[in-house]
Structures are given as structure tokens and as C-alpha cells.
């Protein structure tokens, strides 16, 4: 019996019926699956879907820890492994009030599919907390670190499971946690990426997720013999993807004029410059400090309350958090000239808004595509530790670069429409699908 979108989501739903984040991020991944697994049944067989939407494993644990005052903290800590098929599990850690089992969930689906995409061996993981760093200090987050992987150190190892960074969790945080984890595990190995350079971390982990980014969207825009030189580029975010998308964008010939959070944003019409990059770069991944800083620091337009999408531009590239353009905003998107959408964060999108960009036939490159360079620097970070050996700035890039322009290929080849276009929604879960599913077929019922 052929399978179809409304029942399988029924069921998925039906499980969980509030973990909305969760629900939205099967339901785009299967409408593109559905046709291809009904016409290769062995995947229908097999159970493969069934199996890949439900975690093989939810870790759910307390943290407690003592702020500055001396008085006892309590927070949630999780994390979601979710598919080991072709890799032990790879995936950040978020520290946010806004992380819940859910919300997790969506990322370590995801990750499946991206980790896949970098032909990497590495499974599909992700974990967090409802921590919030901003207004801590430097001896609360490293109380609150060490207290979490108190827990986690057990569930994670350098052929188990290898976590990273995400929003809220830098050089700082990874390093504390690394910290506490040779601590406690009496060994010195790369159980973490996205370390300081001291200690293993690899060169361009920093810049890889906006980097690459780019270098897809370089790709879309060369097979329409494009390139970024001259284009006007809006901008979502101020953390690691957002700064260093905006140094390749510059260094490439194109301008940057929009930088936000979740207050508002700045506008800057000439274009983000070398000089006003240089305060950026601290502002949020150092000292956690809003962007309003950055406008009152140059004078510039302060715009609360509002999203960058609204600004004429060419691309786009939401480089912050889930669900942040909507279909409103990717229709303002559409009417102010934009062609092309290459998303920084993950599930950047809506719905509507992927809908909307299919419909006008936008360049439109999905999270699990486009920011896949982050965890494909990690992989190498990976590589590096087992080698005990560190490569140079620029063979790190180069191997970025080859990866993401083998992502880009993939989607083209099972995304392909006609001559013109590509649906890369489909090209990256078909394609980050299949090397997955079959090795799950390989290994049998597990």
C-alpha cells in the first residue's frame, strides 16, 4: 500500500501532538520523500521513515547549579540521538529559554539529513537546555557547564556521540564543557568540536556555517551565470553565521545592508564595512550585547520592532533562528526583487514561505543544504583529532568549499525539474535520505 503525506502525519502527530517545531520539519521532509519512496518500494518495506522520525534515543536530565548570590539554580538539559546509521550522533548545543524536547527534536531530524548531505560519517544528533546566558557571568556559565556535563559525560564519547556549539553556546561554553568532560572521563579526546585552537579546535569552525552558506548560494548563482559581485545582500542575524557570511559577501564583491536580533534590526544602505565588521564580530559571540549597540556605535538607522525582509535586495540569507521568514515576508521578499534565499539558520523558513518561493521558481537553498558547512568543518575538526594533526586556514576552506559544492550537486541531481530549475527542497531530502536509508537497510531491523 502506497504511502501518503496526511496519514503518515497523522501518526507522527498523533504521538506528540505538541511538538510543533517537530511536526513541521517531518511533514517538509516527507512530502518530498513520499513519491520517491513510493516508487522504491524497499524503503516502504523497510519501515525506513517510521524508524528515522522517532529518536533512538531522548536523554532528559536536571541540572542544578549556584549563581554568584549563592542561591541554587535549576535547569533542563536533553539531548536527542537520533540516527547513528552512518556515524556516531553529531550535533550543537543550544542554550536558550526557548529550547524544549520538540524543538530538538526538529534539529536532530534535520541534522540527520545535513550530516548525510557532507558525506561525513556522521549520525544525526542534538541537545540543549532552557538555560539563558545573557546577564551571566563568566563563573555562572562555567558552574552551569560543568554541572550539565556532570550528567551528559556518560551519554557522550568521540565514537558515540560528538556534540558543538549553537545559539547561545560558543568558545566559552564548548570549552568549559570539554573541561569538565576530560575531567570527569580521565582522557583527552574529541568528544567536542568547535574548541579553542589550543586545544584541538580546527581553523575556520568560527566562519564554516556562514562561509558555506555563501559558497551555495555561489553555486545557485552560477548555473545562472551569476555571481555575488554587485548584489545586495539582507541579513538576519549578528552571531557566527551572520558576521562571517558578511565577510565572505564583502570579500566576494556584494554588500550586506541588514544586521538584526530578535529587537529589531539595523539598516545599512552603503553596506556593512571591514571597520563596522570588526565591532560586530564581538558583539554577540563575546559579549552577548544587542545590535542596537551597533547602530548607536555608528549612527546608523535603528529600525525596533521589525524584520529585514522588507528591504530591496537580491538574496537573502536568515542567518538567526527557526521560522523566521514567513509567508508575508518571503512575498515582500519576492516583490522587492529578491531571486534568490540561501538560509544560514535551520528551518528558516515557514511553510508558506517555502511554498511562496517554489511558486515564483526563487533560488531557494533549505538550512539542511546551505548551513551544512558548520558541521562539515566539525567533521574535519574530527578527522584532525584522530590524526593529532592540524591543517592550515586554507586547506580547511578548500575542503569546505568541495564539500558544499558537492552538497549543491547532490540537490541539483535529485532536485532537477527541468533545465532552468532546481527544487533544492527536494534535492537535499531525497539526497540526504538515501545514503541513510541505506544503511539502515544494510544493518538490518535496529
Not at 218 to 246: A, P
Not at 340 to 350: L, R
Amino acid at each position: 500500500m502506497a504511502l501518503n503525506v496526511q496519514d503518515f502525519m497523522a501518526q507522527v502527530v498523533a504521538k506528540d501532538p505538541e511538538q510543533k517545531e517537530f511536526h513541521q520539519a517531518v511533514e517538509e521532509v516527507v512530502a518530498s520523500l513520499i513519491p520517491f519512496i513510493n516508487a522504491n518500494p524497499k524503503y516502504a518495506t523497510g519501515k525506513i521513515l517510521e524508524r528515522m522520525v522517532e529518536p533512538e534515543r531522548v536523554i532528559q536530565f536536571r541540572i542544578p547549579w549556584v549563581d554568584d548570590k549563592g542561591e541554587i539554580q535549576v535547569n533542563r538539559g536533553y539531548r536527542v540521538q537520533m540516527n547513528s546509521a552512518i556515524g556516531p550522533y553529531k550535533g550543537g548545543m543550544r542554550f536558550s529559554p526557548t529550547v524544549n524536547l520538540g524543538i530538538l527534536k526538529f534539529l536532530a531530524f534535520e541534522q540527520t539529513f545535513k550530516n548525510s548531505l557532507t558525506t561525513l560519517p556522521m549520525g544525526g544528533g542534538k541537545g540543549g537546555t532552557d538555560f539563558d546566558g545573557v546577564g551571566k557571568s563568566d563563573n555562572e556559565v562555567m558552574r552551569f557547564c560543568h554541572s550539565l556535563i556532570n550528567e551528559l559525560y556518560r551519554h557522550i564519547g568521540p565514537d558515540l556521540d560528538i556534540p558543538a556549539g549553537d545559539i547561545g553556546v560558543g568558545a566559552r561554553e564548548v570549552g568549559y564543557m570539554f573541561g569538565q568532560y576530560k575531567r570527569l572521563a580521565n582522557e583527552f579526546t574529541g568528544v567536542f568540536t568547535g574548541k579553542g585552537r589550543t586545544f584541538g579546535g580546527s581553523l575556520i569552525r568560527p566562519e564554516a556555517t556562514g562561509f558555506g552558506t555563501i559558497y551555495f548560494a555561489q553555486e545557485m548563482l552560477k548555473r545562472k551565470g551569476e555571481d555575488f559581485e554587485g548584489k545586495t545582500v539582507v541579513n538576519s542575524g549578528y552571531g557566527n553565521v551572520g558576521t562571517f557570511l558578511i565577510k565572505k559577501v564583502n570579500e566576494l564583491g556584494g554588500k550586506v545592508v541588514t544586521v538584526g536580533d530578535p529587537h529589531g534590526y539595523v539598516y545599512v544602505p552603503q553596506g556593512i564595512n571591514a571597520e563596522m565588521l570588526e565591532f560586530i564580530e564581538p558583539l554577540w559571540a563575546r559579549d552577548r550585547r544587542p545590535v542596537k549597540d551597533f547602530a548607536d556605535q555608528f549612527g546608523l538607522e535603528w529600525r525596533p520592532g521589525r524584520k529585514p525582509w522588507e528591504v530591496p535586495c537580491d538574496i537573502a540569507c536568515p542567518t538567526a533562528t527557526q521560522n523566521e521568514i514567513d509567508g508575508e515576508a518571503a512575498k515582500a521578499l519576492i516583490k522587492n526583487g529578491c531571486y534568490c534565499v540561501s538560509e544560514g539558520s535551520n528551518m528558516s523558513s515557514t511553510k508558506e514561505a517555502v511554498d511562496a518561493f517554489i511558486e515564483n521558481k526563487i533560488l531557494y537553498a533549505p538550512g539542511k543544504a546551505a548551513n551544512a558547512g558548520g558541521v562539515a568543518v566539525s567533521g574535519l575538526e574530527m578527522s584532525q583529532n584522530s590524526m593529532r594533526y592540524s591543517w592550515t586556514s586554507e586547506e580547511v576552506d578548500a575542503k569546505l568549499k568541495q564539500i558544499m559544492t558537492g552538497i549543491h550537486a547532490t540537490c541539483v541531481e535529485y532536485g532537477r525539474v527541468d533545465a532552468d530549475y532546481v527544487n533544492y527542497v527536494n534535492g537535499s531530502n531525497i539526497g540526504g535520505f538515501v545514503k541513510v536509508a541505506d544503511a539502515m537497510l544494510a544493518q538490518g531491523v535496529v
